[in-house]
């Protein structure tokens, strides 16, 4: 037993005088690690100017590397709204910061837009509004739309890094939720939208799809024909659970208990204690009652 003990102890202290990092070290290791930011910046800088043009202006925040023909005001405006919500997606539900630098290309209107989007994709968009390339890192707006739409794809971007295996249910609720949104004392909180029509008049001819049958759909069909009901759905549902203060509090089971429960129902279900079916009786109610400011 002692002699175990005394390997044990060895054994400690090379690991200590192994792991423990000199102070020149230290200091080494984070001017690398800033050289290696600024080169990956200055690299995605003229990856963008390349596509958007070397006059538009530039604004980095966090991990978002924004570009854009705005004017200095409205430019600033949608910083502004990026680094607003960023901070609160963090504060609230977003442990993990992105390794990555996202390219964010805002364009003033839907002409510019389409343009953009024939030179950057070979094509014309599929949505008016804008779009998350994951493959590219890449965000794209018609910021003439307003900035919805970029507050529900950035939080997309934010999320892949915490949440890799996110259902796509739940994705799209919560990336809808904050698209139309306010932030309060640095927390963001998501407002009724024009999504609501589509919710309310299912629930009125009874196509209202129930809870434990909209988690079922991911990928491909989730976003197939029929989509805006169960976007509309899924954003409902996580608004109601903002309202019950219980949003942050499913992020973080959903998350965290993704392998075991890929759609989230049992952690649905564990912050409704255990209570489906009245919860979504209640959540239907509440949602007929709405109002739209
Ligand atoms: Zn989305």
Same mark, same amino acid.
């Given at each position: 037993?002692?002699?175990?003990?005394?390997?044990?102890?060895?054994?400690?202290?090379?690991?200590?005088?192994?792991?423990?990092?000199?102070?020149?070290?230290?200091?080494?290791?984070?001017?690398?690690?800033?050289?290696?930011?600024?080169?990956?910046?200055?690299?995605?800088?003229?990856?963008?100017?390349?596509?958007?043009?070397?006059?538009?202006?530039?604004?980095?925040?966090?991990?978002? $590397? /924004?570009?854009?023909? !705005?004017?200095?005001?409205?430019?600033?405006?949608?910083? %502004?709204? @990026?680094?607003?919500?960023? *901070?609160?997606?963090?504060?609230?539900?977003?442990?993990?910061?992105?390794?990555?630098?996202?390219?964010?290309?805002?364009?003033?209107?839907?002409?510019?837009?389409?343009?953009?989007?024939?030179?950057?994709?070979?094509?014309?968009?599929?949505?008016?509004?804008?779009?998350?390339?994951?493959?590219?890192?890449?965000?794209?707006?018609?910021?003439?739309?307003?900035?919805?739409?970029?507050?529900?794809?950035?939080?997309?971007?934010?999320?892949?890094?915490?949440?890799?295996?996110?259902?796509?249910?739940?994705?799209?609720?919560?990336?809808?939720?904050?698209?139309?949104?306010?932030?309060?004392?640095?927390?963001?909180?998501? $407002? /009724?939208?024009?999504? !609501?029509?589509?919710?309310?008049?299912?629930?009125?001819? %009874?196509? @209202?799809?129930?809870?434990? *049958?909209?988690?079922?759909?991911?990928?491909?069909?989730?976003?197939?024909?029929?989509?805006?009901?169960?976007?509309?759905?899924?954003?409902?549902?996580?608004?109601?659970?903002?309202?019950?203060?219980?949003?942050?509090?499913?992020?973080?089971?959903?998350?965290?208990?993704?392998?075991?429960?890929?759609?989230?129902?049992?952690?649905?279900?564990?912050?409704?204690?255990?209570?489906?079916?009245?919860?979504?009786?209640?959540?239907?109610?509440?949602?007929?009652?709405?109002?739209?400011?």
């Amino acid at each position: 037993m002692k002699h175990i003990l005394l390997i044990a102890a060895v054994l400690a202290s090379v690991c200590l005088l192994a792991c423990a990092p000199g102070r020149a070290e230290d200091g080494e290791g984070e001017e690398k690690k800033k050289q290696t930011e600024v080169e990956k910046e200055t690299k995605l800088r003229a990856d963008m100017e390349e596509i958007i043009g070397a006059d538009a202006e530039f604004k980095r925040t966090g991990p978002f $590397l /924004v570009a854009g023909h !705005l004017g200095t005001a409205e430019m600033e405006r949608c910083v %502004g709204t @990026v680094e607003r919500s960023r *901070k609160a997606l963090h504060k609230q539900f977003f442990d993990k910061e992105p390794d990555v630098l996202y390219a964010v290309y805002l364009l003033p209107d839907h002409d510019k837009y389409d343009a953009f989007c024939m030179k950057f994709l070979g094509e014309h968009p599929s949505s008016k509004y804008g779009f998350y390339l994951p493959s590219r890192k890449s965000l794209v707006m018609n910021i003439g739309t307003g900035s919805g739409t970029l507050v529900h794809e950035m939080t997309h971007a934010l999320m892949e890094a915490d949440f890799p295996k996110v259902p796509t249910w739940f994705n799209e609720g919560l990336a809808s939720l904050f698209e139309q949104c306010t932030t309060e004392d640095g927390k963001i909180i998501g $407002l /009724v939208n024009w999504r !609501l029509p589509i919710l309310q008049s299912a629930l009125k001819d %009874g196509s @209202v799809i129930e809870w434990k *049958k909209l988690v079922e759909f991911t990928g491909a069909s989730f976003y197939g024909d029929g989509s805006g009901l169960r976007y509309a759905e899924a954003r409902y549902l996580c608004l109601w659970l903002q309202e019950k203060g219980k949003l942050e509090t499913y992020y973080e089971k959903i998350r965290d208990g993704v392998e075991k429960d890929p759609k989230g129902l049992e952690a649905l279900s564990a912050v409704l204690d255990g209570k489906m079916e009245e919860a979504e009786k209640e959540w239907r109610e509440w949602a007929k009652g709405l109002k739209r400011d």
